[in-house]
């Protein structure tokens, strides 16, 4: 266990079509009361105990963490758990304001995800009429502030962005920044995702080889999400994250904590663990930790391994809710 993901809120300012549909997501639908929220001080309670079982890497996410309000403080607080790697993953729109606070406030890195560089395919994908110039801002502005290495993440749909694919690649590469390809997944049960829709990575890395040539670079780390590649001339890296087409859960070091503060094994978790009902019940800090070593020990989760076509139909937490 070394990744603890924490989603802030199951907001979000973005309607992107695979993962907050607005069929779904729309003005009717019941977002979490605050009161079921977990506090800053409970995220950052939980957050110690889980550093203290061998957690290295926090990383906050949602919905969008950046719609939490001051989520400064909060990073404020988990920066204070010590040596330990400290990022969010946002969709940038609130980036180029805050940027430099969070910063301040002792974030070590930002994820930005951003699936077009082709601004009539971004509106639609997001579904918001967003507007790409003002995600390449906020990376600007993140990078201005030291948030580097930047990563950009880019889902890819087949019949959607395929076309984005090397012009992501051409725009980033030189910039330090990381783009990395995601395969689209089925996580929830509200995208109508099918296999059609999945890019393989393989797939992905030949289009971008093609144009600009790569080979393949080790893992930074064992259990390392992305497989790794740089550009032969030296001027950079991407990363594909291959989660459908080359499952990596026998490496899973990861854990998330969702908005209310439910522990969830797996992405593709159906059930968590009510932490919060321990904690709003004054349990001590000891009983939590041995009850979250003990779901870790016990953890079979492999769901991207025995994912068929039909396995989307098993009732799945959405992605908002458990954090992306
Ligand atoms: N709102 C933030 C953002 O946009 O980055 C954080 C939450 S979002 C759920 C985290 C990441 O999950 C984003 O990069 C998003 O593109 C990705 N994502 C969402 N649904 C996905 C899906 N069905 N397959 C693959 N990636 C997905």
Redesign the pocket.
Same mark, same amino acid.
């Given at each position: 266990m070394r990744d603890l993901r924490i $989603?802030v809120t199951d907001r979000?300012n973005?309607r %992107?079509v695979? %993962?907050?549909p607005k069929e779904v997501y729309d003005a009717d639908h019941e977002f979490l009361p605050r009161s079921d929220l977990l506090t800053f001080e409970e995220i950052t309670r939980v957050a110690r105990i889980f550093v203290a079982h061998g957690v290295t890497k926090l990383r906050l #996410? *949602?919905? =969008?963490? !950046?719609l939490r309000r001051n989520i400064e403080r909060l990073v404020e607080m988990l920066a204070r758990l010590g040596d330990i790697d400290l990022t !969010? #993953? #946002? &969709? *940038?729109s609130l980036l180029g304001r805050k940027a430099r606070s969070l910063r301040d406030a002792g974030l070590t890195r930002v #994820?930005? $995800?951003l699936?077009s560089l082709d601004d009539t395919t971004f509106r639609a994908l997001n579904d918001v009429d967003f507007p790409v110039a003002k995600v390449l801002e906020g990376i600007d502005a993140a990078a201005a502030a030291g948030l580097s290495p930047i990563k950009v &993440? +880019?889902?890819v749909?087949r019949g959607t962005n395929e076309s984005s694919i090397v012009p992501m690649a051409r725009h980033f590469k030189g910039s330090g920044h990381i783009v990395r390809y995601? =395969?689209? +997944?089925?996580?929830?049960a509200t &995208?109508g995702?099918r296999l059609d829709d999945v890019v393989p990575a393989g797939e992905i890395v030949r289009a971008i080889d093609a144009e600009l040539p790569l080979e393949s670079v080790d893992p930074n780390y064992a259990g390392e999400v992305a497989t790794r590649w740089r550009y032969r001339d030296g001027s950079g890296e991407i990363g594909v994250?291959a $989660?459908v087409t080359q499952a990596f859960c026998r490496d899973c070091t990861r854990v998330r904590l969702s908005t209310d503060g439910k522990l969830y094994t797996c992405l593709f978790a159906t059930d968590g663990y009510d932490l919060r009902a321990l904690l709003r019940e004054g349990t001590d800090d000891a009983p939590i930790g041995n009850a979250i070593a003990a779901i870790w020990g016990q953890r079979a989760d492999r769901y991207s391994e025995i994912r068929t076509a039909n396995t989307p139909r098993i009732p799945k937490i959405e992605?908002?809710y458990i *954090? *992306?």
């Open positions: $989603s979000c973005f %992107c695979y %993962c907050m #996410t *949602g919905g =969008e963490p !950046l !969010l #993953t #946002t &969709n *940038g #994820t930005v $995800s699936d &993440n +880019m889902v749909k995601i =395969e689209y +997944m089925d996580v929830g &995208n995702w994250i $989660s992605m908002s *954090g *992306g």
